[in-house]
């Protein structure tokens, strides 16, 4: 299943580095700040969505999305539920304010560089390729604009699989009661991404929940706290798209932004609940 911009735009919730984080909250490989550095004010995300083939046939896809926000969209309603995040925003995010990173790359890619200049606006690009294998390195670097020139490396996870044979329409949710997500158990962190659309008076929204939490469980319980949002199939709620990825995150320090470069990877598996 295709992410949806608010996914992707969504600050970053935590979850596994490549690296042992330094006291200071960066890494040993990316160039993090020295000790007497100011903390940051803004935080940024760049996520990049891996989905290889699951079976011969299928066409492999890639996103690079996120953004250098300095205010969301105001009509979003964002919160904190445990591990979980839980918001509620336009689809389009054409409200939100945005810092110019300049022109970004990542590389090495498809034997070369992709690279380019987003503005002061959010990122979105994709290919019908998967440019990193597992485990490789994945260097970002952006050449500076009102965000300072930065560089980091980051590594793409292994394949999270949500196991062969099983129905893509799964039981109905419950608002109340707390939703089981489970996988192939991985050694990598996951995130998994309950998502409802819906009509409005003011346009498309969507319900994005985003929980994280070690792999090799094999599955994550989200509370019913985060769930209360979902509107039910008896009012016209349509039915809740549930994936899970594995995750890898490295940060480094621009300035005054924390940057998180997050990759994912995971076959192309949707999970469809009613809501209750």
């Known amino acids: 299943m295709r992410t949806s911009l608010v996914f992707l735009l969504l600050a970053a919730c935590g979850g596994g580095s490549n690296s042992n984080p330094m006291p200071d909250g960066s890494t040993p490989d990316d160039g993090g700040p020295t000790a007497d550095a100011a903390m940051p004010t ?14 011969s046939g299928e066409t492999p896809f890639t996103t690079i999305t996120g953004g250098f926000q300095l205010a969301p969209d105001p009509r979003c309603r964002i919160q904190s539920v445990g591990d979980c995040v839980v918001a ?8 939100g304010t945005y810092a110019d990173p300049g022109r970004l790359s990542f590389s090495p890619a498809l034997g070369g560089t992709i690279a380019f200049t987003p503005g002061a606006s959010f990122l979105f690009f994709s290919i019908d390729q998967v440019p990193w294998a597992a485990d ?14 930065f560089s980091l490396t980051g590594k793409s996870p292994r394949t999270l699989d949500a196991g062969e044979g099983r129905s893509p329409f799964g039981a109905p ?15 990598e962190q996951a995130l998994v991404v309950l998502r409802q659309g819906r009509d ?7 319900i994005i929940v985003q929980c994280h939490g070690p792999g090799s469980s094999g599955g994550l319980t989200v509370p019913a706290a ?6 039910p199939k008896a009012s016209g709620g349509l039915s809740v798209e549930v994936t899970a990825h594995a995750m890898r995150e490295t940060k480094t320090i621009a300035g005054e932004w924390e940057v998180t470069l997050r990759v994912l990877r995971s076959f192309d598996q949707t999970f469809f609940h009613d809501v209750q």
């Open 200 to 206: 409005t008076p003011n346009g498309e929204f969507e």
């Open 173 to 187: 949710m419950s608002r109340t009661q707390p939703f089981t997500a489970t996988w192939v158990p991985t050694s």
């Open 136 to 149: 490789e390195s994945i260097t970002l670097a952006a050449d500076g604009a009102t965000v300072p020139a």
């Open 88 to 95: 509620d925003c336009p689809q389009a995010l054409i409200g």
């Open 42 to 55: 803004e935080h940024a995300l760049v996520q990049i969505q891996l989905e290889p083939p699951e079976f």
């Open 226 to 231: 985060a769930l209360a949002s979902f509107l």
